[in-house]
């Protein structure tokens, strides 16, 4: 097994245990319009095709990975530190999933009863799932070290970080200023780095 189809294999494991998983959830409420998820969705879905279906070789048919130039080979350490990070990134979602419980959600939405979680990752940033999925991401395409591939990361990333500005809006209007305390003390998507005061 090479250090990408090990990463592969860890996506794969994610994608079905997040599948099934998604049956654990609460009443929704109150869902974003329409047109404000495409905003976010169409990046995701572009994204999403580019990195696991663009110039890696290693997924999807041949028809639909154009040709591409590779920029790099990564020495097998470095290599498998990425399988590494990708392992963690995954890992960092599913702390995540666990902790929110039933308030998690798919789309843009709010749960009946939906409270603020503050515990485990999301003392760290406001979304943690998105945090590790766009670690993952971004380690998977540098084990490819295509263009096209890091070209879907960097749009996945684009893309939750649109989600997560379109989710605080409707999360802040229900919950009020026990959630812009919040915001106002924990990064949205970096660990670490300074919050919006």
């Known amino acids: 097994m090479t ?18 998983a998604a049956v654990w959830t609460r009443r ?10 495409f905003l976010h969705l169409a990046p995701f879905l572009a994204g999403t095709a580019l990195l696991f279906f663009g110039e890696s070789g290693q997924f999807g048919p041949d028809f639909i990975r154009p040709p591409g130039r590779l920029l790099w080979r990564l020495p097998l350490a470095a290599d498998w530190s990425l399988t590494v990070v990708v392992a963690i990134g995954l890992g960092f979602t ?15 939405s709010r749960k009946d009863g939906q409270a603020i ?27 490819i070290g295509m263009p096209t591939n890091l070209a879907g990361a960097a749009l996945i990333a684009l893309s939750f ?11 802040g209007e229900a919950l009020g ?19 919006r005061r």
């Open 3 to 20: 250090p990408l189809t090990a990463s592969q294999a860890l996506w794969d494991i994610w994608i079905v245990s997040w599948a099934i």
């Open 28 to 37: 929704t409420t109150a869902r974003a319009r329409p047109l404000d998820q």
């Open 94 to 108: 599913w702390w995540a999933r666990v902790t929110i419980g039933s308030f998690w959600s798919s789309g843009v």
């Open 117 to 143: 979680v503050q515990s485990g990752p999301y003392r760290l940033v406001r979304h943690p799932i998105y945090t590790g999925l766009i670690l993952a991401a971004a380690a998977l395409a540098t084990q």
């Open 161 to 171: 970080f649109l989600k997560a500005r379109l989710e605080e809006r409707l999360l």
């Open 177 to 195: 200023p026990d959630y812009a305390a919040y915001r106002a003390r924990t990064p949205m998507l970096t660990p670490f780095w300074p919050a």
